[in-house]
């Protein structure tokens, strides 16, 4: 008897791997909120996340819209820059007001966010004939344009603060709350991080910084505690700042830890020396007539631009400007809490 071919056995299918499992009932750690990073597929997990109050892990709610639009009033044909693009929030509705004819120019430093966000708004349908993205911070915003062959805009936005994706992903080293390394960098490739940051400055210049850069109360006792130390990871700098302030409670501790992050985010990234130059370059983008609104989240910022549309009014090339600060509404802070702190301010380009 002759044998015939073996029959070529089929491999073995491969097991099933459940998703790993976390302890509790809702996931506590920034990795492990798969449905709210897949907002696609479980719509109704990130609307009962909307609902509490709280922002989705790995995205943002974008702050003031209804009071940016009226601010700006974007129109079909015209451009704009959206100098801090983010999550894209406002710049999706800002583009959906350009059209037809429009453009705009987004920019976002961050390089690890900004993919995402241009693929966002490709996926609703903006291609590169009415919306490009430049990997620049906003003190660039003359040269981005330059680039981009536009000599000025009629519209532009700021909106200064930090993304909810970066503070809420430990890996970025924003996070209060979570352990992660000491970074704080917008840019993770450029510039020192928070912990070498701390490690090298003199307690004088730390004192003034965490005054300058966040009111922080306590500088002068926090300084000699925090610097020339090295803090690996946000956990352990947080529970140095606590336990230097023994004699302050819980609650005020906690906010101290905030303000300290605030002030070391600001110096890491030298936020305001980029203010001030945007600032500086702002009338010169605008078009006559042009429209400009600015976000801020604290009083260093908000004097800045005060002080700045200001000195644009005097100087003859603003012909407005914001007499007060506009807030979020109560019915918006009470939905999205981090929009609390948030001042937005305007000008208009003298025609």
């Known amino acids: 008897m002759i044998d015939g071919p073996e029959p070529i056995s089929s491999p073995a299918p491969a097991p099933h791997r459940r998703r790993p499992r976390y302890a509790g009932k809702n996931p506590r750690h920034f990795a492990d909120k798969y449905k709210e990073h897949d907002p696609a597929r479980h719509a109704a997990t990130v609307a009962k996340v909307l609902a509490s109050g709280k922002t989705p892990a790995g995205t943002h709610r974008p702050i003031m819209v209804a009071e940016i639009l009226e601010t700006l009033a974007p129109q079909p044909g015209e451009s704009a820059a959206d100098c801090t693009l983010g ?21 976002d430093a961050d390089p690890i966010e900004l993919p995402k966000t241009e693929a966002r708004l490709r996926a609703l349908g903006f291609g590169p004939e009415i919306f490009t993205a430049h990997r620049s911070n906003f003190a660039g915003l003359p040269q981005v344009l330059a680039s981009a062959g536009l000599s000025g805009v009629d519209v532009i936005l700021a909106d ?113 020396s980029a203010l001030d130059t945007f600032l500086r370059a702002l ?69």
């Open 87 to 107: 999550y894209g929030g406002h710049a999706r509705e800002i583009l959906a007001r350009l059209s037809p004819g429009g453009r705009l120019v987004g920019l």
């Open 160 to 272: 200064l603060g930090i993304s909810s994706m970066q503070i809420d992903d430990p890996a970025r080293g924003f996070s209060v709350k979570h352990s992660g390394p000491l970074d704080m960098r917008m840019n993770p490739s450029r510039g020192l991080p928070a912990s070498a940051f701390l490690a090298r400055v003199p307690a004088a210049d730390l004192a003034c910084l965490l005054t300058d850069n966040a009111d922080e109360p306590h500088a002068a006792a926090l300084a000699p505690l925090l610097a020339g130390r090295v803090f690996r990871t946000t956990t352990e700098l947080a529970e140095a700042i606590r336990a230097a302030l023994p004699r302050v409670n819980d609650d005020a501790a906690d906010l101290s830890v905030r303000r300290v992050f605030q002030a070391l985010r600001i110096a890491v990234n030298d936020e305001f």
């Open 283 to 351: 009338p010169q983008c605008l078009k006559p007539g042009g429209r400009v609104a600015v976000l801020t989240f604290h009083s260093g910022e908000d004097r800045r631009v005060k002080k700045a549309f200001a000195a644009g009014q005097r100087d003859g090339h603003y012909a407005a400007i914001a007499d007060e600060v506009i807030r979020p509404s109560p019915g918006e802070q009470s939905a999205n809490p981090r929009s609390a702190p948030a001042k937005l301010r305007w000008a208009r380009r003298a025609g």
